[in-house]
C-alpha cells in the first residue's frame, strides 16, 4: 500500500530528499566502495515510516512559511490578481468577478469600495477562492491545475527548507573533500581520488543552487502560474 500520494511525494518527499541528498553524497564519498549498509539503513529508515514523516514535516515548514511569503509579496497570489489594482487583464478581471460573486452567492465589491476598505474585499475573494478551490478538486478534470499546485508546493517546500538545505551542502562538501583528502593520505590509485572529487563538486554545485537560485521570487512565479490557472477554471463553472 502505498503511504504517500502523488501531491505529497511530488512536493513534500521529493524537497526533503534533495535537502538530505547532499549528506548523503558526503556519506556515499567517505564509505565507497563498501556501502551495502547505507542500503540496510535506507530500507530500515523507510519502512520505519520515515519517508512519511519527512514529508509531513516538509508540508508544516512550508505551510508556516507560506504566510510570510505572501505578505511579502503584498498579499496571496489570487487575491492581487483579483484585484482593480492588481496585472490582471481588467476584461478578464471583470468577467471572473462576474462568475466568482455568482458562486460566492453576493456581489463583488466595486473599485469605490476596494479602495475605500480593502481588507474587506479582500476578505470576499479570499472566500470566492476557497469554494473554488473546492469545486476544482477533481485532478482529472482540472489537471493543469492539479499539476501547477504541485509545483507550487514544490517550490514553497524547498525554500522553507532553504537553510537546512545549505547546512546540509556545505557538510556535504567538507565531508567529500575530507574523504578525499584521506584518500590522498593512505595512498592509492588515481580512480579512488574521482569518486570523492565529483561528489565534492555535486555539493558544491548544491550550496550554489540554494544560494543563489531557491530564493523567494523563485517561488513567486511558480505561485502566481497556479493562480492564474485557477482563476482559469472559473469558465468552467
Known sequence: MNLL??????ARLQPAFLVL??????????????????????ALFVTA???????????????????????????????????????????LRERWHNKLSKLLERPFPTQQEEIANLKETDNIYKAAVTL???????IKTNNLVYNENVSYG?????YAM???????????????????????????????????????????????LWVFKIKSSWVKTSAFAYARRLLETTENL
Open 162 to 208: 532553504r537553510k537546512i538545505g545549505i547546512i546540509m551542502a556545505l557538510f556535504g562538501a567538507i565531508l567529500s573533500c575530507y574523504a578525499g583528502i584521506r584518500l590522498i593520505y593512505m595512498g592509492g590509485g588515481y580512480a579512488l581520488y574521482l569518486i570523492p572529487l565529483a561528489c565534492s563538486a555535486i555539493n558544491i554545485l548544491f550550496f550554489i
Open 21 to 42: 541528498l547532499p549528506l548523503a553524497i558526503g556519506i556515499f564519498a567517505w564509505t565507497w566502495p563498501n556501502v551495502k549498509w547505507e542500503s540496510v539503513l535506507w
Open 49 to 91: 515510516g520515515g519517508a512519511y514523516l519527512l514529508a509531513t514535516l516538509t508540508r508544516n515548514l512550508g505551510k508556516e512559511i507560506e504566510p510570510k511569503l505572501w505578505k511579502s509579496w503584498g498579499g496571496a497570489p489570487t487575491t492581487q490578481l483579483l484585484r482593480y489594482s492588481g496585472t490582471l487583464n481588467p476584461i
Open 5 to 10: 500520494d502523488h501531491y505529497s511525494y511530488r
Open 132 to 138: 473554488l478551490k473546492i469545486k476544482t478538486r477533481d
Open 154 to 158: 514544490f517550490c514553497r517546500n524547498l
